[in-house]
T-cell receptor, first 115, second 111 residues
Framework: EPEVTQTPSHQVTQMGQEVILRCVPI?????FYWYRQILGQKVEFLVS????????KSEIFDDQFSVERPDGSNFTLKIRSTKLEDSAMYFC?????????????FGPGTRLTVT | LAKTTQPISMDSYEGQEVNITCSHN???????ITWYQQFPSQGPRFIIQ???TKVTNEVASLFIPADRKSSTLSLPRVSLSDTAVYYC????????????FGTGTQLKVEL
């Protein structure tokens, strides 16, 4: 069964450093997303991406964040200058066209720790 | 976006059927009802989606009454591995929708 994969599984970085979180969505999916979950809190939407552009973004997704689909398989989330409060699990998700955006397939997540 | 209300937690024993009810009084005509499951330190996992009446797959059943103001996720014969948080989401079926997760229902299954 196809799965969304994410690398790395755990990233430790110092405050102010740039990080890139990588995702490989399911191959025939057309919509891509990033979510985050701070420990003990709700899963929060960050951004959705379709047809090589951002479809929607949340208030969390400020100028420090960017997304890119550099090739036909990868989907990345970049945080330019990390803050302590960026520490969270970051989940990538994808969904196919036609079956509905609410049927999303999530990756295992990247745990980002900012020290 | 329709607001959803579901119990904070539920306890069950292995082999029992578990029913988790979600209220969504303000559901819109084109909204679908979707349930996700999340284990600790893992991403949410799509379980089931429906619009009305009953939907069944290999994992669960979803019951939706005619007025669609509530829905019930039914897990038959739960096991310890079904211990997880279950989220009820309501929204349009169009592509690219963001998911808005609440706090969900923490299901604990014991021996």
């Amino acid at each position: 069964e196809p799965e969304v994969t994410q690398t790395p599984s755990h990233q430790v970085t110092q405050m102010g450093q740039e990080v890139i979180l990588r995702c490989v969505p399911i191959s025939n999916h057309l919509y891509f997303y990033w979510y985050r979950q701070i420990l003990g809190q709700k899963v929060e939407f960050l951004v959705s991406f379709y047809n090589n552009e951002i479809s929607e973004k949340s208030e969390i997704f400020d100028d420090q964040f960017s997304v890119e689909r550099p090739d036909g398989s990868n989907f990345t989330l970049k945080i330019r200058s990390t803050k302590l409060e960026d520490s969270a699990m970051y989940f990538c998700a994808s969904s196919p066209k036609g079956t509905g955006g609410y049927e999303q397939y999530f990756g295992p997540g990247t745990r980002l720790t900012v020290t | 976006l329709a607001k959803t209300t579901q119990p904070i937690s539920m306890d069950s024993y292995e082999g029992q059927e578990v029913n988790i009810t979600c209220s969504h009084n303000n559901i819109a005509t084109n909204d679908y009802i979707t349930w996700y499951q999340q284990f600790p330190s893992q991403g949410p996992r799509f379980i089931i989606q429906g619009y009305k009446t009953k939907v069944t797959n290999e994992v669960a059943s979803l019951f939706i009454p005619a007025d669609r103001k509530s829905s019930t996720l039914s897990l038959p014969r739960v096991s310890l591995s079904d211990t997880a948080v279950y989220y009820c989401l309501v929204g349009g079926k169009g592509g690219g929708n963001k998911l808005t997760f609440g706090t969900g229902t923490q299901l604990k299954v014991e021996l």
